[in-house]
């Protein structure tokens, strides 16, 4: 019976913290697609297509593991975190390198210094990811709640004042980036009684969180380069300002639905 308790506090903490993010987000894109241009909407979820492939990869696997671990060693989780932080920061040059990519496969230049932009939420999720994880292991749902929160928050607040200012699709990326950045210095605080990082390192002690990753990354890599697919299709095939409104209307239909999801799986 306890532990239905806490596992429905647990829920309910999630489905609040996922129902304010949504009613926040709907309403920063009916802002926003006032403010911004659609070509600006466009040119970020290009830009997002690697950005957001690679954050899912930072926290399935490893990470993962860490929870499913009924125990995990002071020194396993050291060597996880140094693991991460130098993970965070090649894929943050791997995003950069694609950003390039599209933005020669697309003809739009603007895209490459869009794209290593929103990659800094790479190096943020690489420090980050490991003490969510573990906040998530030991049930401290309403810590997570209130950082998603506080991080849905500091995003519309970020995006909604660089668009008034006219920033164009650098807007979008700055909420991504003060989303990322204030939900991730909330965890790490929150965090720091369960874990504190220290310099040990031991790839012995990866092998395990290793093994259990690779047999979930191929599978997490494939699930949302399919969700992603469309993006591509639909730049390659319209213009900007089609690819624009087309993004627009996804984000008011689907990212609720998908908010939902994350708070079911957690």
Known sequence: MAEQGQWFRGFRWSASATAFTAVLQLALVGLLARLLSPADFALVALAGVAVNIL???QVAGINAAIIQREENTP???HSLFWFNVVLGMALCLAAGLAGEGLAAYYHRPELAPVTRLYALALLVQGISVQFKSLLQKHLHFEMLSWGEMLG???GFIAALAAACYQAGPWALVAGYL???LAEGCWV??????IFRPAWRFDWKSLRPYLDFGSRHWAERLATHALAQLDVLLVGHFLDLERAGRYDVVKR???RPAGLLATAIEK
């Open 252 to 254: 008011l239909l689907l």
């Open 188 to 193: 790490v605080w929150r965090g720091w009684s």
């Open 152 to 154: 849905g928050l500091a």
């Open 55 to 57: 954050l899912q990869l």
């Open 178 to 180: 003060a989303r990322y």
């Open 75 to 77: 020194f396993a989780l």
